[in-house]
């Protein structure tokens, strides 16, 4: 391997000023090597090559990603050997990072969507010794999307479990009094000290705190249309003509009560991309590890 192999370091930025997938992918095997190599840490923590730390301070995982995202590799670091490699790819460390032991369990993309979607604003902001309340918020939101289901829990995040429930609600249109119910016994069969969600209004919650909106839309009850751009001032279905709201002795017209709404997740379109692209991969790996051919299913 040679300088050439590691020119994602300094590949950084796409045309639209978006961390590039490339960077992301290296910064993956970077953070592996460098958590793979005990005697070159403290602890848990990291020797952060960002212009920034340039070496010399010891950083969380996390917070050593987010500033290589944000800052960039110091200039030249080909080399890795403040993280105890020897020669450029020296290691017993494989590269392919579909096999490495970080991979096997634990999905990454919840934090990747965070460290996009927050990524926006951080990028080209300057930086304060101590954290402003913006990136307090930020650290915040990746902590959140680590933050396992319960105590040694490798396969699942709170994040990740509170997006999936979301998606099987709005797929199979459950109720939010079942919806809460299947939380509320997914919590019962966890370990005491979880941190599943356990109501639809928690997990509403924990998405919104991620800077993640949630749009309520009114709907028709039958499922013809929804009041929305053109539609949005309508008292009745345009199809069916079925009432918008419920009847009510107030009158006045903010306290009316729609008989459906829906939530509505508007993701940026660069954050559809990347779960889009974390979605394929994983639906590819799927074939690629041969699970079987289950008829019906691509
Ligand atoms: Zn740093
Ligand atoms: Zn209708």
Avoid at 98 to 127: C, K, L, Q, W
Avoid at 143 to 163: F, H, I, M, N
Avoid at 261 to 270: E, F, I, N
């Amino acid at each position: 391997m040679s300088n050439t192999a590691r020119s994602w370091m300094y590949d950084r930025l796409d045309a639209d000023e978006y961390i590039s997938p490339i960077f992301t992918n290296g910064l993956k095997t970077f953070i592996e090597f460098a958590c793979s190599n005990q005697s070159f840490m403290d602890g848990d923590k990291i020797k952060c090559p960002c212009k920034k730390c340039l070496n010399r301070a010891f950083q969380e995982v996390e917070v050593a990603k987010f500033h290589l995202s944000k800052f960039g590799f110091i200039p030249n670091y080909y080399l890795w050997n403040k993280h105890g490699e020897t020669s450029i790819g020296s290691t017993s460390f494989g590269m392919d990072d579909t096999h490495s032991p970080f991979n096997e369990h634990h999905d990454p993309s919840y934090s990747e969507m965070v460290m996009d979607v927050a990524g926006y604003d951080f990028i080209g902001r300057t930086f304060d010794e101590d954290p402003n309340p913006e990136d307090k918020k930020f650290f915040d939101m990746l902590e959140a999307a680590d933050r396992e289901l319960w105590s040694g829990c490798k396969k699942a995040t709170q994040l990740s479990v509170a997006a999936r429930l979301l998606n099987i609600k709005s797929e199979y249109r459950i109720h939010e009094q079942c919806f809460n119910a299947i939380c509320q016994s997914m919590k019962d069969g966890l370990p005491e000290d979880n941190n599943m969600v356990d109501s639809l209004y928690e997990t509403k919650k924990l998405i919104q705190a991620l800077g993640l909106p949630v749009e309520h839309i009114d709907c028709c009850r039958s499922g013809c249309m929804l009041y929305w751009r053109d539609n949005k001032d309508l008292d009745q279905c345009k199809f069916c003509e079925a009432q918008r709201y419920k009847s009510s002795t107030n009158s006045s017209k903010c306290s009316r009560v729609a008989y459906t709404r829906m939530h509505y997740l508007p993701l940026t379109p660069r954050l559809k991309r990347l779960y889009a692209s974390q979605a394929i991969v994983a639906s590819m790996r799927w074939h690629a590890e041969d699970h079987g051919h289950d008829v019906g299913v691509m």
